[in-house]
């Protein structure tokens, strides 16, 4: 036990000292790199409707008009229901012939933005 809290101990360091290095300078002072990553994991969580949701995660929906939604922020900030997939078909990703078609048809090249039901139906194929 004592050598595992001590590697324990010796790995939080590496990542203190690691936090400490992340900072960028330019030319109007500092910015912490580290408020960045926190920034981001703030954003996976918003409000929806007066409910807490979470951003940009994929969820089945068994009894709405489609098979999937996902909460996404839109350009204006607002966070916006997503909803996509047909309830009444399997998706059949594992197809090469399957997964082609679906791709060309759908233009999943170029999906577009989050907000679209196309770049979260091209993610999931």
């Known amino acids: 036990m004592d050598n595992i809290k001590k590697l324990l101990r010796e790995a939080l360091e590496e990542l203190i000292t690691y936090k400490e290095n992340l900072i960028h300078e330019d030319e109007y002072g500092s910015v912490e790199m580290t408020d960045f990553i926190a920034d981001d994991n703030s954003l996976n969580e918003a409000e929806y409707r007066g409910r807490k949701v979470t951003l940009n995660k994929p969820f089945l929906t068994p009894g709405g008009p489609k098979k999937r939604s996902v909460y996404v922020k839109n350009a204006k900030g607002n966070v ?46």
């Open 80 to 125: 916006v229901k997503v909803n996509f997939g047909d309830p009444n078909m399997r998706i059949k990703k594992s197809s090469p012939k399957h997964r082609k078609s679906f791709r060309a048809r759908h233009h999943c090249e170029n999906p577009g933005p989050k907000t679209s039901a196309r770049y979260w139906s091209c993610r999931a194929w």
